[in-house]
């Protein structure tokens, strides 16, 4: 899906993949749809690609990634994502951003290594770096808890230990926006329709008809973003992320 052939400089991009169910030689496979997401320096979201592939290999992931950069992606400050392998080193490869691993599904492997009693009281020990006002604090809080919470739970604080600048890579960015950018959530409702709407076709005979509904659905959700009246970013809290002056635009019509 190419909703863009020139030149888009992007400050934020997200990406989240669908599992899918297709046909391949007469055997049913696992094909993973990946969707990026990107905020604009207009602070408008935009989706700016879909990859099928066969698995989230870093090969898969190099060669989307570079499909975005060839086709004119620049700018980008930093991308988020699950912690796949693959992906993390991908974007090491292509772009020279940032990452941030989602800190939902890092929040789900580190309460693995507790006991589900112990869920809300672990959680919020480590709520209390991302409740500081800075990426410094952040940090101190974090190694803090961890060295607390070592001696009964060692593997969750090596865990702690492991993923610190990952985890907390989002606060080194403008705070009105760190709802937006600790994880995937923004996008998880885009998934999630996208997924209602392929179960309904259950196994698909091709990559092409993948292409052909999900680009579809994609599409639309696009046009829905273009005409909100509201920016998802404003342009004076984006402009820190670049070098870019801000630039007065004009109000959307309603």
């Not at 937006?180 to 923004?186: Q, V």
Request: net charge positive.
């Amino acid at each position: 899906m190419d909703s863009r052939c020139e030149s888009f400089t992007a400050r934020v991009l997200q990406q989240r993949p669908t599992y899918l169910k297709g046909r391949q030689g007469g055997r049913i496979v696992p094909v993973a749809a990946i969707i990026a997401v990107a905020a604009n320096t207009e602070g408008r979201r935009e989706i700016i690609g879909l990859g099928i592939g066969p698995s989230e290999a870093e090969t898969f992931w190099t060669e989307f990634l570079r499909s975005l950069r060839a086709r004119g992606l620049g700018g980008v400050r930093l991308v988020i994502s699950d912690a796949h392998t693959g992906l993390k080193a991908a974007i090491a490869r292509v772009f020279e951003a940032t990452w941030q691993r989602c800190r939902v599904h890092w929040m789900r492997n580190a309460l693995a290594h507790v006991s589900r009693g112990q869920h809300t009281v672990v959680a919020a020990a480590i709520h209390q770096a991302f409740d500081q006002p800075d990426r410094a604090h952040a940090g101190e809080t974090w190694r803090k808890v961890s060295e607390q919470l070592r001696p009964r739970w060692p593997k969750l604080a090596d865990l702690m230990d492991a993923s610190e600048h990952d985890v907390l890579a989002y606060m080194s960015f403008p705070k009105e926006h760190r709802a937006k950018l600790h994880s995937t959530n923004p996008i998880e409702r885009l998934n999630g329709e996208i997924k209602r709407r392929t179960d309904v076709v259950g196994i698909f005979p091709n990559d092409e008809a993948i292409v052909r509904l999900v680009g579809a659905l994609l599409l639309e959700q696009n046009d829905e973003w273009a005409v909100q009246r509201a920016r998802y970013m404003t342009l004076e809290t984006i402009a820190p992320m670049g070098d870019d002056a801000i630039i007065s635009l004009p109000a959307v019509a309603s």
